[in-house]
């Protein structure tokens, strides 16, 4: 009882923060999304056939941007990466948005809103403490698609994000998924990438009611994965990487760019051609 009648004397955390979300649920986030992404357009990148993708997950940032800015300058010194790709739980204290954005500008061709080539997707350490408020405010939509295509103008490669923060996608943003993929998956794409912050499979067990997705939900997303040609689904949350293969779609988890009980801090490096190859890098 003694760490729950600490955090009832701590005023400044609403004791719902450290269980589940106390922000604007999925559904009013994805009314919000919808509206943003209508405002901005489309999102299509020009790209050679073969390029590369820099992937992180939690870096659960406080105080040390040390680490951030190693990832940014990594990604934007390799001059075969296209895009990167942060997938959730950006920070950890309250409102530390502006140091973590600060420290993925620190490389050279700083950080841009709306379409740009970094991108992110919510995880639930960005909405504890109603931080949906902060966090909008860089990030304004976590629901949306983007695509590669050649300079003629082929297209290559569509990239999904859906919001999983919460430990739902919602039943608005499951329709709106299901759309897009049964519409994009006709379109010619040789890969089709989900990404997200929530895995699939498997349970956090210490992160209360957003430790990980409900059954019935993992079995209807993972079902419409497989019939609307999905090549990969790519998450984080758990700190641990990790690789399954259910039918045709391959299922990565990232483990942490945050350093670890070893001080090393972990992200990938995704190859996008013909094929698909992902190399982990630990620094």
Wanted: charged share 20%.
């Amino acid at each position: 009882m003694l760490p729950v009648l600490l955090l009832m004397g701590c005023s400044k955390y609403d004791l719902e923060g450290f269980v589940t979300s106390s922000s604007a649920r999925v559904d009013v986030r994805f009314e919000q999304s919808m509206l943003y992404n209508q405002s901005q357009g489309e999102t299509h990148l020009t790209t050679s056939e073969e390029y590369a993708v820099y992937v992180c997950s939690d870096s659960h940032l406080t105080t040390d941007s040390q680490y951030v800015a190693a990832f940014a300058r990594a990604y934007k010194s390799d001059t075969t990466c296209r895009i990167a790709i942060h997938l959730g739980d950006l920070i950890t204290g309250q409102n530390h948005y502006q140091p973590f954005f600060e420290a993925m500008t620190t490389a050279p061709a700083g950080y841009r809103v709306g379409k740009d080539t970094v991108f992110y997707t919510i995880g639930n350490h960005d909405l504890f403490f109603n931080q949906w408020e902060f966090y909008k405010q860089y990030v304004p939509t976590t629901f949306y698609w983007f695509d590669t295509r050649t300079e003629t103008g082929k297209k290559l490669d569509l990239f999904v994000c859906i919001d999983t923060g919460e430990g739902t996608v919602g039943r608005k943003g499951i329709q709106w998924l299901r759309d897009v993929l049964e519409s994009k998956s006709q379109e010619g794409y040789r890969h089709i990438i989900v990404f997200t912050h929530t895995h699939f499979f498997g349970s956090s067990g210490n992160q209360a009611l957003t430790s990980g997705l409900a059954l019935e939900e993992v079995h209807e997303l993972t079902g419409m994965f497989q019939t609307n040609g999905v090549t990969e689904v790519w998450s984080g949350h758990v700190h641990k990487r990790s690789h399954e293969q259910m039918g045709n779609v391959q299922y990565y988890t990232w483990s942490a760019l945050q350093p670890q009980g070893d001080g090393k801090s972990v992200y990938e490096v995704v190859t996008m051609g013909t094929e698909i190859a992902h190399q982990c890098v630990i620094r």
